[in-house]
């Protein structure tokens, strides 16, 4: 068998690597809630990754070996999960990241950044941090969500818009999709759509007419990553509900991890109730 190349090279073994030797279902039979999450926990030593009873057996014996050989040199031991991700990026290497995605770089008080168009600002990506044109500073997950984006993203969009259900191993994300973006989102802007649109458009949303919804939000949240957020309020005489959905395009996970795009969700659900 021919060992994937994550396990070939010299360097660290970091979380989003070992993420893409695990099935990607987010089954939960290892005992996290993501394929992702159990990578990380494997890297900083607080799991085995025998608990992923899919993986193929000598690919595991590998990791181990790799993993074990990691923590006696101290790598991972109490690390944060930024901390792998800022890994990942220099790994990666921050030249063939902006070549790879055609985007431009700048020199800053003599560090090189990536601009990177996000929403309706520009994040200037650098090794050690990240920050925004605009002076908003940005938390520690949207760094994290910022830097995985521009690890991952090598597929492009199809132009074909899906639910978050219609996605590859997705089934434990849309109960949380809808409890914690959806209705909270159809709560606060029930016959109140004009305030929606108003909010979105401080954002960057383009108003767009899809599938007979009332309201029609578009982020190109990243070049890549385009969420369309679908309102439809509701109308008691025809016993219609009101309702929200958000849509992702088909090829979406070519692009970015399922987690990063629940939490790209959560992020612009807080953006807009933030502002209501």
């Known amino acids: 068998m021919i060992m994937p190349k994550a396990l070939s090279s010299k360097t660290n073994l970091v979380p989003l690597e070992l993420y893409k030797l695990t099935p990607k279902t987010n089954c939960g039979n290892c005992g996290y809630s993501s394929c992702l999450a159990f990578a990380t926990h494997v890297i900083k030593g607080e799991s085995s990754v025998d ?5 193929d057996e000598a690919v595991r014996k590998q990791v181990a070996q ?27 290497g921050l030249q063939n990241i902006a070549e790879r995605h055609n985007l431009p770089t700048k020199i800053l008080r003599g560090r090189i950044y990536i601009l990177l168009p996000y929403l309706n600002d520009t994040a200037l990506v650098g090794e050690d941090d990240i920050i925004t044109e605009s002076g908003r500073n940005l938390s520690e997950q949207e760094k994290m969500f910022i830097y995985n984006y521009l690890i991952q993203g090598k597929g492009n969009v199809q132009g074909q818009w899906v639910g978050m259900e219609g996605l590859p191993g997705s089934i434990s994300k849309v109960k949380s999709l809808k409890a914690h973006c959806e209705d909270p989102l159809l709560r606060t802007f029930q016959n109140k759509l004009d305030k929606a649109k108003k909010i979105g458009e401080k954002f960057g949303a383009k108003i767009v007419r899809e599938g007979g919804a ?11 990553l385009p969420i369309l957020i679908l309102f439809w309020d509701s109308d008691p005489e025809d016993n219609f509900p009101g309702r929200v959905k958000f849509l992702y395009d088909k090829g979406v996970l070519n692009v970015l991890d399922l987690e990063s795009l629940t939490f790209a969700s959560e992020h612009l659900t807080n953006m807009l109730l933030a502002n209501t």
């Open 51 to 55: 608990a992923c009873i899919h993986m």
């Open 214 to 224: 009332d309201l029609g939000l578009f982020f190109q949240v990243f070049p890549r």
């Open 66 to 92: 790799r993993v074990n050989a990691q923590r006696k040199e101290g790598y991972g031991l109490k690390m944060r999960s930024f901390d792998f991700v800022k890994e990942d990026f220099r790994k990666t």
